[in-house]
């Protein structure tokens, strides 16, 4: 086999893409007005809050990646995905602006959050700038499947509110079921990599149907990436999340193991239920406690699970795409790489 057409580790494609796509990134947020693009490119780890240029971590960067390798999967030219690649990034760091603020998560890779640093409202404001230019960098593209990719964002963008508000509104109910948190992981996390990948494939000049396998590939993998988020939102090394150890219990968030061992019927639960039901603050004991009465009751056994059966979802929907072989192969590789973050 030519070495050229060898198929590359999950992590040489991470850092392969992100050479490709941070070129435009820095370019369509270079277009922002001074105040946005100052927040903005602080968030993406381009600078310090002062302007001064830094190099540190702006993310993995696994949406776009996905997107240039799915248009590569198909066919495509990845020159040619590269707005829909910056796309779904402004799209989901959109996300992660406003998700900080509703958190009220004080770290994000490493450093302080931006609302900490600039404010609530430029926040905030930054985040709808990064949303808005999503869609400006699709209209710009020139593609001629830009109306249908536009509208493709607009329907994830839409689930994922959704789906954040359910998350919101979970945490002040004590009645949520397994299935509701499977769907609203669904709309929240899965709903902008299935995007991610059919806009991949749809720039790439993919047919019809390998659109929707692609889609489907994006949907199982978003929940297998929710789920292992999950695990790690409370079992997680802070020096690899970069949030502080049982970040997801001191909000009482309910995730997916916590609601898993919160429903199981073990006699873990009612114990988990009470510390959860409390209004005070949880000591770093009690803390202990409940991420060990969530696995006592099944909770984390049951997302470990849940993940390798989503993640086997993924890929059979990936080979039904018709994959080229090596796109296939790094896809895999990734799919994998980003499900299995222990290390």
Not at 94 to 106: E, Y
Not at 162 to 183: K, P, T
Not at 211 to 218: I, Y
Not at 270 to 292: F, K, Q, T
Request: proline fraction near 5%; charge should be negative; hydrophobic fraction near 45%.
């Amino acid at each position: 086999m030519d070495v050229l057409s060898q198929p590359r580790s999950a992590v040489e494609v991470l850092a392969w893409s992100r050479g490709v796509v941070e070129p435009a990134m820095r370019a369509a947020v270079d277009t922002l007005p001074p105040s946005m693009r100052r927040v903005a490119g602080y968030h993406f780890g381009w600078w310090d809050a002062d302007g001064t240029p830094r190099s540190g971590d702006s993310g993995k960067a696994i949406r776009p990646t996905l997107a240039v390798l799915c248009a590569e999967a198909v066919g495509g030219s990845i020159v040619d995905s590269v707005p829909a690649a910056v796309s779904v990034q402004m799209v989901h760091d959109f996300s992660l602006l406003h998700d900080d603020v509703m958190d009220r998560d004080v770290s994000r890779r490493h450093r302080p959050t931006a609302w900490t640093v600039f404010g609530v409202s430029p926040a905030i404001l930054a985040g709808d700038a990064l949303l808005t230019l999503a869609f400006d960098v699709l209209a710009g593209s020139g593609h001629p499947r830009s109306q249908d990719a536009m509208r493709l964002v607009s329907s994830a963008v839409q689930d994922l509110v959704e789906g954040q508000c359910e998350d919101v509104s979970f945490e002040e109910r004590s009645d949520v079921d397994l299935s509701e948190c499977l769907a609203m992981a669904g709309e929240k996390t899965g709903a902008l990599l299935a995007c991610s990948t059919a806009i991949g494939a749809l720039f790439g000049g993919g047919t019809t149907v390998q659109v929707e396998h692609m889609r489907m590939f994006g949907e199982h993998l978003g929940l297998a990436f929710q789920l292992v988020d999950d695990l790690l939102g409370i079992w997680g090394d802070p020096q690899v999340t970069g949030k502080p150890v049982h970040s997801d219990l001191v909000s009482r968030k309910k995730s997916l193991p916590v609601v898993a061992a919160l429903t199981s019927g073990e006699p873990a639960a009612e114990e988990l239920a009470a510390l959860y039901g409390r209004r005070d603050p949880l000591s770093d004991v009690e803390l202990a406690r409940a991420a060990e009465l969530v696995a006592l009751a099944g909770g984390r056994a049951w997302t470990q699970r849940e993940a390798v059966d989503q993640l086997d979802l993924a890929l059979a929907e990936l080979a039904l795409a018709a994959p080229g072989a090596r796109a296939a192969a790094e896809l895999t590789a990734l799919a994998r790489l980003v499900t299995r973050r222990d290390h």
